[in-house]
Every structure is written in structure tokens, then in C-alpha cells.
């Protein structure tokens, strides 16, 4: 398949979620299960013979949602529950609803879709040594839930095999974004972000061979980086599409992240320990870096700083999620140390509600013509 085929593929893949994953249902012989932003231990629904489908929210007027959620919820969850009480999700199975903050603590109680919903916690204090053993609890509760809403066993054998099929997603995923930070003049910023988020409505199993293909014929290609700004981004995500359109109008290509949405889903491999549920609680456990995961160490900073370093990146742009509080705790962290660094910084506010983007086409224009 000729790389351009591969790119159009996966990009209308992106476009169109739900005819993504009605199609990878039915070719698979699947039913779908969907997981709430921004964690979930997927390998699970995986093996249970599903596909598990990622829930970020979308681009939605609200009317209802309202009526469950407080104005100052962060947008995603205000766009999940519209969607939600819209009967967008009905046709999942069941759906997963992690603990990670003030609003997901409550979300479960307020699902109101005919899906069965499946609340769960991740501990905070990870370093707890009953940090592991509470989450692999937590995971044996969310197995045990869907071999009761499916009718099935979820076997110890589906779950090896469904991490061995996660690890090498994840590591492929490592390795197409550092081909793509250095072939900028193919893999544009949306383009990029695009085939990053295919992978939340397809089988993992065919998605893998996709991204294996497009990077086998990345690096048979010189690499070749555009004369655009090189910049790195992080936040919770980097949407709705006309946002990332604006990087591209001025002239600044993303090659790096340490977005929820994207590379911290795949930074970090689940470590075989003989126990699958136990391997996945360890990959919670050992994810550092991010907002979302209580760090009283601040290693996000050190590794933003490395980032940007890693890839030559003319500045950091942070995409801050209206009214979330983890990633606002973070921000006069990182500006300080940004400013002793010398890196260039610029903060944009994401709203997925957002009919406009005036304030953040003038942010990145400025940013653009200062770095």
C-alpha cells in the first residue's frame, strides 16, 4: 500500500468515528466498548473479545448537559455528556468511567445512556505499596463486570495476548512519532494528529499493521524536515481541528507531545509480572510525567524541558483545557521554568464549545513571529 493510501486511510478513519467502529465491529465479528477519557486499561476489553473505543468528547452545542454537570466541568466531560444523553454512545456494550479527577468522580452516578456504565478508580498515590494491589482489584471488578454484561470469560491466556498486542502498539506508536518528527514535510500537524487518534475506533490489531507499514515506508524515505518552526505540545489535547490548522498557517510543525490525547497514551509498556491484571496495575503505577497522575515530584517539568531539547524545538506551546484543574496546577510551574531555560512558551485555552478561535489565531501569530 502506497504511504499516501495509508495517510487518506487512517486520516477518514479519524473523521468519521462512529462509521469507523461499526466497520472494525463488523469485519471482526466485535461488539464495541467505549472508555472515558483519559486512561483505561484497554487491554482488558481487548481481551474480552471487544473493541475498545476511546471518549474525548467532540465539537457539540449544549443543551442537556448542563442539567448534570457544573458550567466550570472541563469541556470534555460537558461534551461527553451531551453526546451521552443524546444516545450517541447506546450502541456500546458498556463503558469504562476512570476516577481521575473531580468531575469523573461523579460520572458514573450521572450516566444516563442505556450502555452499562463501569466506574473504576485509579489510585493517586502511587508509590503506596497497596497503590498495585487496590488497582488490580479494580481491574479484576472491571473483568468480571464485562464477563457479566457480554456472557463470557475473559481467560488469563486473552489477557497475555491482548498486553503482548498493546506493547507493540505502543512501542510502534513511540517509533512513528519520532520518524515523524523528521519527515515534517509529510506528516503536517494534522496530519499527525490524525493518525494518532485513529486508534481510538479500530481494532488495535489492524490499526498495528497500518501504523507498522506507514512507518516501514517513513523510513525508507531521507529525512526531511520543513522550513517551519519546530514545536512541542502539551496539555490534555490539541482539538477542535481549526486549532491545529493555525500551526500549520503560521508556519510551525508539532514534532513532539506530551498530550493525554496522544503520547502519554503510549509512553508507557505494562511490564510482564506473571499476573496480567497485575502487570496492567504496575503500568499505572510506573506512568510518570502528567498532570492527570498525582506527581509530587514535578517530573512532567524535567521531561518537557527534555523534550524540547530532544527534538531542537523552537518553543513550547501549552494547550491548557478550560477548567482543568490538574493541568492549571501545572502552568506557573512550567512557565517559570521554561523562563530559566530560555525556551519560548506560549499558553493557549482549549473549549471544545468554542465557535471561535480569534484569541488563539492572534496567541500563535505573535508566538510565530517571536520565536
Not at 479494580?138 to 463486570?145: D, G, H, L, N
Not at 478561535?357 to 517571536?370: C, D, G, K, V, Y
Request: hydrophobic fraction near 40%.
Amino acid at each position: 500500500m502506497e504511504i499516501n493510501n495509508i495517510i487518506d486511510y487512517l486520516v477518514k478513519s479519524a473523521d468519521s468515528p462512529e462509521k469507523t467502529i461499526k466497520e472494525s465491529c463488523k469485519k471482526n465479528n466485535k461488539e464495541a466498548v467505549g472508555w472515558v477519557a483519559p486512561y483505561a486499561p484497554e487491554e482488558i476489553v481487548y481481551a474480552a473479545n471487544c473493541i475498545p473505543v476511546g471518549i474525548w468528547g467532540g465539537q457539540v452545542e449544549l443543551t442537556k448537559a448542563r442539567i448534570y454537570l457544573p458550567a466550570f466541568a472541563c469541556s470534555i466531560m460537558q461534551s461527553i455528556m451531551e453526546y451521552e444523553t443524546r444516545g450517541t454512545y447506546d450502541f456500546l456494550k458498556a463503558v469504562l468511567i476512570p476516577a481521575v479527577c473531580d468531575t469523573l468522580k461523579c460520572f458514573g452516578q450521572k450516566w444516563k445512556g442505556t450502555c452499562k456504565a463501569i466506574p473504576f478508580v485509579f489510585p493517586q498515590n502511587r508509590e503506596a505499596k497497596s497503590a498495585e494491589a487496590f488497582l488490580e482489584s479494580e481491574y479484576k471488578y472491571i473483568k468480571e463486570k464485562l464477563e457479566e454484561i457480554l456472557g463470557i470469560t475473559i481467560t488469563e491466556k486473552a489477557l497475555e495476548d491482548s498486553i503482548v498486542l498493546y506493547n507493540d502498539y505502543r512501542s510502534e506508536m513511540r517509533r512513528f512519532v519520532e520518524i515523524a518528527s523528521n519527515r515534517t514535510d509529510i506528516i503536517t500537524p494534522l496530519i499527525r494528529h490524525k493518525i494518532i487518534k485513529a486508534s481510538y475506533f479500530m481494532d488495535k490489531k489492524d490499526y498495528l499493521e497500518y501504523i507498522k507499514e506507514l512507518n516501514k515506508r517513513l523510513r525508507l524515505m531521507p529525512a526531511n524536515r520543513s522550513k517551519n518552526k519546530r514545536i512541542v505540545v502539551t496539555g490534555i489535547m490539541l482539538e477542535p481541528d481549526g486549532v491545529i490548522e493555525y500551526f500549520e498557517k503560521y508556519g510551525m510543525d508539532i514534532v513532539g507531545d506530551d498530550l493525554a490525547h496522544e503520547s502519554r497514551q503510549f509512553r508507557t509498556d505494562a511490564p510482564f509480572s506473571g499476573r496480567s491484571l497485575n502487570s496492567l496495575a504496575k503500568r499505572w503505577t510506573s506512568h510518570s510525567a502528567c498532570s492527570l497522575a498525582f506527581d509530587p515530584y514535578k517530573e512532567r517539568i524535567q521531561y518537557l524541558v527534555d523534550l524540547v531539547n530532544h527534538h531542537n524545538a523552537d518553543g513550547l506551546v501549552i494547550a491548557l483545557m478550560k477548567f482543568c484543574d490538574p493541568e492549571e496546577y501545572d502552568v506557573p510551574i512550567i512557565m517559570d521554568r521554561m523562563k530559566k531555560e530560555n525556551i519560548p512558551l506560549q499558553v493557549i485555552e482549549i473549549d471544545q464549545q468554542a465557535k471561535s478561535f480569534e484569541q488563539i489565531n492572534t496567541r500563535l501569530q505573535s508566538f510565530a513571529e517571536n520565536i
